[in-house]
C-alpha cells in the first residue's frame, strides 16, 4: 500500500524517519562528548582549548536536540498525508468493486456483504486503518535505525559482543510485543460477532431515531444490559490471552533480558574502573546501553497500527475477488447502442424462471407475461409471489436463469444495459433518499439531462409537492437533511411523492416504461386515492407496470395481473376479475372486509373513517 502515497511522499517521509532516528544517536554521541570534556573545561577555565572544545560539543549536542523537536512535527505531519493517500486509494479500490458488476448479485450475496463490512469498518470508525499502518511501517525506520545506531556505538567504545547482547535482548522484547498482538489478531473472527453486537446496541442507545422507542417501551436498561453483556463477552477472549501470553513473556524475557543487560552495563563499568575507558567513552557507552535497552518497548506510534489496520487488506482482497467471481453471471451488454423509443409493441417474458443466488427454489417459474407498450399494468399478489424480483428483471439487476425478456420481440440482451435502462423511470418500493437538494433528488435519475428548473417543477406539480417544497427555507435548494444548514426533512409520504417525481422526470426526460413498486405505501388512503386520480393523465401513452398491495390502486389499471408461486394465474380488469370469482376477487374482498372493519391493508387499527369509506367505495 505504500506506493499508493506516491513516490515523492514515500521518499520524502522515510529520509525524514532515517533523520529523526540518526539525530538521537547524535546527541547521544556529542552529550558524551560534553560530559568527556568539562574536567578538561573546568581546569583550564574560559578561553582555554578545552573551553572552546566544550562550547563545541555543547552547539552540536544542542543542534541536534532542536532539529530532533523540529522533525518530531513535520514527521507527524507527513504521516497524516501518508495515511488519507492510502486510505482514499482503499476507498476507490473498495468502491470500484462494489461498482464493478452490472447486476445486484454481489451486493445483495451474504458472505460478500460480511467481507465488504469487514473491509469498510475500520475506515468508517476510524481506528485503525492501512493508512495508518503505512505511516506506521515507516515509523519502525526511525526506531530501527536508532537501535542500530546505539548498538553500533556501544560496541566501538566497549566490545562487539556487547553490541550483540544489546541488540538481542531489544528484539528478544520486541518479539514479545509483537507476539501479544499476534495473539490478538488471531482473536479478531472470534470476538468479532460479539463485538459487532456491542456496537450495535451502543447504537440503539445514542440514535435519536430510536429514542422515542426505547422510553416508552422501557429498553432503555434492557439496551445496557445488553450492550455490556455483548462488550464483555469480547472481551473475555483477549483477556484470557493476554494473561496467559503476557505472563509467560515477562517472566521469561524479563529474566533474559535483566541478565544480558547487566552483563553488558556491568562490562562498561569494569572497563571504566580499570582505566581501558575514557570519561566520554564511559558516558557514551552508559547512554547507549540504557537507549538500545528502551527501544525493547511498545512502539505505539507502528505496532498496533501495523498489526491492526492491515486486518482490511484481506477482507478487500477477498471482496474483490468474490466480485470479479462473479463476471461470468454478470449482465452482458449487447451490440445494439440505443434502445430510444422503446417499446412500440410490448415487453414479453417468455418462460422466464429465476432463482437467487445460493437458492434452490425458484421466485420466478416459467413465467409467461407480456406488457402491451401504453398499457398500464399492475402486478398483484402475496409477499413471494415475486412481484419486486419480476421488476429486478425488467430493469436488469438480474438475468433470468432460464427463459428470456424480449423488448418487441428482440431479446433484451442485444441492447447495451445503460442503453435500456434509460428508457425506464423505476422508482423501487426501498428507494434511496439522497442527502441533496430537492433538485438533485428529483434529477439524479437522468443525470446526463442538463438540469431544467421548468421540468422540475413541471415532476414536482404532478405529485403536488410544489407548495411544500417552497415553503422549505431555500425552496428547490433545500438540502434534505436536517444536519445541513437550512437543511429540512420530510416525512415519508413526502420522500415517496419525490421519488415519484424522480420517475416522472425521467418519463419527461424519454423514459418509455414506468416501473412504480409500491409507489404510495407511505401515504395515507386519501393521499393515495387523490394520486391515482390523476395517475391515468400522468401516465397516458406510457407502459406503465405498476405493483401495489392496496387494491383502490390497482383498480384503475387497464389491467390487472394476478401472481402466485412465480407465475401468472389470472389476468384481467377489475371488473372481470371480480366477475370471475378467483384468487383476485378473493383478495379483493378480504381487503374491503378489512376496511370496512376499521383495518388497513395489513390488517392494522384504520382512525380515519372518511378515508375507509373512501376505499371501500
Not at 569 to 590: K, N, P, Q
Request: aromatic share 8%.
Amino acid at each position: 500500500m505504500l506506493p499508493a502515497a506516491g513516490w515523492p511522499l514515500l521518499c520524502l517521509l522515510t529520509v525524514v524517519d532515517l533523520v529523526a532516528g540518526v539525530l538521537p544517536v547524535l546527541f547521544v554521541l556529542f552529550s558524551s562528548w560534553v560530559i568527556g570534556r568539562v574536567p578538561g573545561a573546568v581546569e583550564h577555565g574560559t578561553g582555554s582549548p578545552q573551553w572552546h572544545s566544550l562550547i563545541q560539543a555543547f552547539l552540536l549536542a544542542s543542534g541536534a536536540f532542536l532539529v530532533q523537536q523540529v522533525l518530531v512535527p513535520l514527521q507527524s505531519a507527513l504521516g497524516e498525508v501518508m495515511k488519507h493517500r492510502v486510505d482514499g486509494r482503499f476507498h476507490r479500490r473498495l468502491i470500484s468493486a462494489s461498482l464493478q458488476s452490472t447486476g445486484i448479485g454481489p451486493m445483495e450475496d451474504p458472505a460478500t456483504l460480511d467481507r465488504l463490512e469487514e473491509a469498510t469498518e475500520q475506515l468508517s470508525s476510524g481506528w485503525q486503518s492501512p493508512g495508518d499502518a503505512a505511516a506506521g511501517m515507516l515509523r519502525y525506520v526511525t526506531r530501527y535505525s536508532s537501535l542500530l545506531g546505539y548498538t553500533v556505538l556501544a560496541g566501538v567504545v566497549s566490545s562487539w559482543w556487547v553490541t550483540a547482547a544489546l541488540l538481542g535482548s531489544t528484539m528478544l522484547f520486541r518479539y514479545g510485543h509483537r507476539g501479544g498482538l499476534r495473539y490478538w489478531s488471531r482473536l479478531w473472527p472470534v470476538i468479532g460477532p460479539h463485538r459487532r453486537r456491542s456496537d450495535y446496541f451502543r447504537g440503539l442507545g445514542l440514535s435519536a431515531a430510536t429514542a422515542k422507542e426505547l422510553r416508552v417501551f422501557g429498553l432503555t436498561d434492557w439496551i445496557t444490559k445488553e450492550f455490556r453483556a455483548s462488550a464483555v463477552e469480547s472481551l473475555r477472549p483477549v483477556f484470557r490471552a493476554r494473561r496467559r501470553h503476557n505472563t509467560y513473556n515477562f517472566l521469561v524475557f524479563a529474566a533474559i533480558g535483566l541478565v544480558v543487560d547487566s552483563l553488558a552495563v556491568a562490562y562498561l563499568i569494569r572497563s571504566a574502573t580499570q582505566g581501558h575507558m575514557t570519561l566520554t567513552q564511559l558516558a557514551l557507552g552508559l547512554q547507549t546501553s540504557i537507549a538500545a535497552i528502551l527501544l525493547g518497548t511498545f512502539y505505539h506510534e507502528a505496532d498496533f497500527p501495523t498489526q491492526a489496520g492491515m486486518n482490511a487488506i484481506p477482507a478487500l482482497h477477498d471482496f474483490e475477488q468474490k466480485v470479479s467471481q462473479t463476471k461470468d453471471a454478470d449482465i452482458p451488454d449487447g451490440e445494439l447502442a440505443t434502445a430510444a423509443g422503446l417499446p412500440n409493441r410490448d415487453v414479453a417474458f417468455e418462460k422466464v424462471s429465476f432463482s437467487y443466488p445460493g437458492s434452490g427454489r425458484p421466485v420466478l417459474d416459467g413465467l409467461d407475461l407480456t406488457l402491451n407498450a401504453g398499457e398500464c399494468t399492475a402486478i398483484v399478489g402475496l409477499n413471494g409471489a415475486g412481484k419486486t424480483t419480476l421488476v429486478k428483471l425488467l430493469t436488469r439487476l438480474y438475468e433470468p436463469t432460464s427463459g428470456t425478456v424480449r423488448i418487441d420481440g428482440t431479446d433484451v440482451r442485444r441492447y447495451a444495459v445503460d442503453a435500456w435502462r434509460r428508457q425506464i423511470g423505476v422508482i423501487f418500493q426501498d428507494f434511496t433518499r439522497y442527502e441533496l437538494s430537492v433538485t438533485d433528488n428529483i434529477t439524479v435519475g437522468t443525470i446526463e439531462r442538463p438540469v431544467e428548473a421548468t421540468a422540475v417543477r413541471a415532476a414536482a406539480d404532478k405529485v403536488g409537492m410544489v407548495d411544500t417544497i417552497e415553503a422549505l427555507p431555500r425552496g428547490f435548494d433545500t438540502v434534505l437533511n436536517r444536519q445541513y444548514e437550512d437543511g429540512a426533512d420530510l416525512s415519508g409520504g413526502q420522500w415517496q411523492r419525490i421519488a415519484i417525481a424522480r420517475a416522472l422526470y425521467a418519463v419527461d426526460s424519454g423514459a418509455k416504461v414506468l416501473v412504480l413498486d409500491e409507489p404510495t405505501a407511505a401515504l395515507d388512503v386519501r393521499a393515495e386515492a387523490e394520486f391515482f386520480d390523476s395517475f391515468v393523465e400522468l401516465t397516458r401513452g406510457l407502459t406503465t407496470l405498476l405493483i401495489s398491495h392496496r387494491f383502490s390502486s390497482v383498480r384503475r389499471a387497464d389491467r390487472i395481473v394476478v401472481l402466485e408461486h412465480g407465475r401468472v394465474i389470472e389476468d384481467g380488469t377489475h371488473e372481470s376479475l371480480l366477475a370471475r370469482g378467483g384468487r383476485y376477487a378473493e383478495l379483493f374482498h378480504l381487503q374491503a372486509e378489512r376496511f370496512a372493519a376499521g383495518l388497513d391493508a395489513e390488517g392494522n387499527e384504520e382512525n380515519d373513517e372518511t378515508e375507509k369509506k373512501e376505499t371501500v367505495q
